[in-house]
Nanobody, 126 residues
Framework: QVQLVESGGGLVQAGGSLRLSCAAS????????MGWFRQAPGRERAFVAA????????YYADSVKGRFTISRDVAKNTVSLQMSSLKPEDTAVYTC???????????????????WGQGTQVTVSS
């Protein structure tokens, strides 16, 4: 069983920065994908960023490219999301997920992920 625990959410003014972390435990993560998704009120959970654990290949939603950076600490089994130039529309619950198997073209799909954390709230004020 995989456990994912997010931290680092909070309230920030527009233009500010936040760093989210997701601590993973329970199995080896090589061969899989760690991803971040977000869900705003009244909207579906949407892809934000992902990383192939073994290769470090990164993927981003167009809406966050150039502003968000996903990274990992292999020794600590942690994936982080550095968010800069935050906008009010970035307000959402951010959740990390783990897909046990990498599938080309599927890293942005909710259905590709097998495990989810509990989520952390990010609120960006204007």
């Amino acid at each position: 069983q995989v456990q994912l625990v997010e931290s680092g959410g909070g309230l920030v003014q527009a233009g500010g920065s936040l760093r989210l972390s997701c601590a993973a435990s329970g199995r080896t993560f090589s061969g899989g994908v760690m991803g971040w998704f977000r869900q705003a009120p009244g909207r579906e959970r949407a892809f934000v960023a992902a990383m192939r654990w073994s290769l470090g290949t990164t993927y981003y939603a167009d809406s966050v490219k150039g502003r968000f950076t996903i990274s990992r600490d292999v020794a600590k089994n942690t994936v982080s999301l550095q968010m800069s130039s935050l906008k009010p529309e970035d307000t959402a619950v951010y959740t990390c997920g783990f897909a046990a198997v990498y599938r080309a073209g599927a890293v942005g799909l909710r259905t590709a992920y097998d495990y989810w954390g509990q989520g952390t709230q990010v609120t960006v004020s204007s």
